[in-house]
T-cell receptor, first 110, second 116 residues
Framework: RKEVEQDPGPFNVPEGATVAFNCTYS??????FFWYRQDCRKEPKLLMS???SGNEDGRFTAQLNRASQYISLLIRDSKLSDSATYLC???????????FGKGTMLLVSP | EPEVTQTPSHQVTQMGQEVILRCVPI?????FYWYRQILGQKVEFLVS????????KSEIFDDQFSVERPDGSNFTLKIRSTKLEDSAMYFC??????????????FGPGTRLTVT
């Protein structure tokens, strides 16, 4: 049973494209949700928290559907620097441990 | 901008040896964590630590592992007798709180542990 499942990728897109990542989680008691990005052999870096009402940060929009246990991330106007692996992360109840998905790799080409 | 730091960046050790991985969390953070990532796999939770004691640990965190906050700034992970399968990137993270506002976790750059 996979607790956090993401599109396997990789996604290859040209600069300027819009790309969407999907994620589902299995634990209905999960309380908080995040998107992190991870560059090759580097640490996960927090991209944004995901709120029930949905939230936007510049070119990035995150959505949460608790009923479907589904999280999404939309990147508009992709830049070369957006190339990375995007990690869907869920915080369960208890002592705030994070459960990570395997990640979806994004490759933005000129 | 405050950040989590970790030392060393790379540690090579022989099977059966003890290793200590060190972390300095962000200064006003109260919750500390260790995660690991085996090459090509997902990031996995090991242990969380608050108020000088373990809050939660995963099945991976067996008797070979221990954590300590020896002083006001360092947070360490000790592996008593390393195995080949302990080879991984070990990430330290910290958060200001455990839930509610400011619960977001920030990760250090990691220590790559290679057991030979």
């Amino acid at each position: 049973r996979k607790e956090v499942e993401q599109d396997p990728g990789p996604f290859n897109v040209p600069e300027g494209a819009t790309v969407a990542f999907n994620c589902t989680y299995s634990n209905s008691a999960s309380q908080s949700f995040f998107w992190y990005r991870q560059d090759c052999r580097k640490e996960p870096k927090l991209l944004m928290s995901v709120y029930s009402s949905g939230n936007e940060d510049g070119r990035f929009t995150a959505q949460l559907n608790r009923a479907s246990q589904y999280i999404s991330l939309l990147i508009r106007d992709s830049k070369l620097s957006d190339s990375a692996t995007y990690l869907c992360v869920v915080m369960n109840s208890g002592y705030s441990t994070l459960t990570f998905g395997k990640g979806t790799m994004l490759l933005v080409s000129p | 901008e405050p950040e989590v730091t970790q030392t060393p960046s790379h540690q090579v050790t022989q099977m059966g040896q003890e290793v200590i991985l060190r972390c300095v969390p962000i200064s006003n953070h109260l919750y500390f964590y260790w995660y690991r990532q085996i090459l090509g796999q997902k990031v996995e939770f090991l242990v969380s630590f608050y108020n000088n004691e373990i809050s939660e640990k995963s099945e991976i965190f067996d008797d070979q592992f221990s954590v300590e906050r020896p002083d006001g700034s360092n947070f360490t992970l000790k592996i008593r007798s390393t195995k080949l399968e302990d080879s991984a990137m070990y990430f330290c993270a910290s958060s200001e709180t455990g839930r509610g506002p400011s619960y977001e976790q920030y990760f250090g750059p990691g220590t790559r542990l290679t057991v030979t």
